[in-house]
T-cell receptor, first 109, second 117 residues
Framework: GQNIDQPTEMTATEGAIVQINCTYQ??????LFWYQQHAGEAPTFLSY??LDGLEEKGRFSSFLSRSKGYSYLLLKELQMKDSASYLC??????????WGAGTKLIIKP | DAMVIQNPRYQVTQFGKPVTLSCSQT?????MYWYQQKSSQAPKLLFH???????NEADTPDNFQSRRPNTSFCFLDIRSPGLGDAAMYLC????????????????FGAGSRLTVL
């Protein structure tokens, strides 16, 4: 079967750095996406990785290792507004998106 | 601003009473999706349209139907809602569903939250 694993919940302090991990087992690979979802709202796109390495976008970076089936989302200089769920999704060989259940990130002052 | 708009944002219905949720997009995207998302769970794909080509997920119950009368609009019909159908229903679009590239980035609507009494 296909599955995406990410921690259920993480807690971090305002101003700090946090890394949210995602491991995947899918039938083929056509890219990995990270989405942010605030409570009761729709997911919004954060990043897309299809090649190994680190993609940096302001305070957010995303890393991919295809050989290890592993990605992480790195959030720097955490702000209270970063409190949200972070969803990892992988596009398989049939171009179907396989979603993780999301990691709820709690930011404390 | 180009966007995806869902109506209604909140829908309360009685057990067994049909419901229709609507989605419109101004992005001119080829692909439209309907997802069901329950609290703290991953979005679950119900069906998607690639242009007019309808694709039903194998485990989507027959109770759920969809229509896409034109490029801009898509509807989700729940024929006889049960208590287990209470969820957030998310409509999303993407420019192209057949390339492993940024063309597959999904743009979501704000969602329709369904409550079944």
């Amino acid at each position: 079967g296909q599955n995406i694993d990410q921690p259920t919940e993480m807690t971090a302090t305002e101003g700090a750095i946090v890394q949210i991990n995602c491991t995947y087992q899918t039938s083929g690979f056509n890219g990995l996406f990270w989405y942010q979802q605030h409570a009761g709202e729709a997911p919004t796109f954060l990043s897309y990785n299809v090649l190994d390495g680190l993609e940096e976008k302001g305070r957010f970076s995303s890393f991919l290792s295809r050989s290890k089936g592993y990605s992480y989302l790195l959030l720097k200089e955490l702000q209270m507004k970063d409190s949200a769920s972070y969803l990892c999704a992988v596009m398989d060989s049939n171009y179907q998106l396989i979603w993780g259940a999301g990691t709820k990130l709690i930011i404390k002052p | 601003d180009a966007m995806v708009i869902q109506n209604p944002r909140y829908q309360v219905t009685q057990f067994g009473k049909p419901v229709t949720l609507s989605c419109s997009q101004t992005l001119n995207h080829n692909v439209m999706y309907w997802y069901q998302q329950k609290s703290s769970q991953a979005p679950k794909l119900l069906f998607h349209y690639y242009d007019k080509d309808f694709n039903n997920e194998a485990d989507t119950p027959d109770n759920f139907q969809s229509r896409r009368p034109n490029t801009s609009f898509c509807f989700l019909d729940i024929r006889s809602p049960g208590l287990g159908d209470a969820a957030m229903y998310l409509c999303a679009t993407s420019r192209d569903g057949l390339e492993g590239s940024g063309a597959n980035v999904l743009t979501f609507g704000a969602g329709s939250r369904l409550t079944v009494l």
